[in-house]
């Protein structure tokens, strides 16, 4: 089993990537047969999303996309700036192919300032793993500043429900028939005008 985790920041060091590696490095403690692969989005200089269909980016943009089609699942980590995701992880969904996380399951963990914002997981991400007939987990994380100390996730409450995250998303993988995706969606074509 091959697990994508998604940092979603572009801040060098952010509660996003140190929530995100939280999850990553207990799979790596607790579950060898699974390999986990962090992309730190601060790390690539992706294309921005223009239409063309997915096969034709190249450089960071082909190796995040091969990432994400190849994984089984995905955790994605992101931070929460005005009620809703940043640009830098949309781009990353409007990437990739619409078919690239049918079947899969999808664990989102959210970090913002307070806990003003801790229904974008809800109101935001949900609906994207909707669109791409993705699986979510019920249970998400979201963490804000009272869970950090010193450029550190201090916060054990915290720490623990990452641990139970990463844990139901190897679970649910394993089990789950990826044909279980119900209805089929009309075809959507990914082609701008100027391509015609």
Known sequence: MKI???????????KTLLTVKEAVGHIRRHHDHVEVNLINLKEYQLDFCDGRD???YEGDSKKIIKEIVEADA????TPIYRGSIPGALKNVFDLIPNTALKG????????GGSYHHFLAIEHQLKP???????YTLPGNVYAHNDHFQNKQLTDEGIKQRLH???????????SLDSKV??????VIP??????T
């Open 54 to 56: 997915p096969s034709e």
């Open 4 to 14: 994508a985790a998604i940092a979603g920041s572009l801040t060098p060091l952010s």
């Open 190 to 195: 990914r082609q701008s005008l100027a391509q």
């Open 128 to 134: 994207l793993a909707g669109y791409f007939k993705a």
């Open 164 to 174: 139970e995250l990463s844990d139901s998303v190897v679970t649910l993988s394993k």
């Open 104 to 111: 899969k399951v999808l664990a989102f963990i959210a970090t």
């Open 181 to 186: 995706i119900g209805a089929e969606q009309p």
């Open 74 to 77: 995905l955790i994605v980590g």
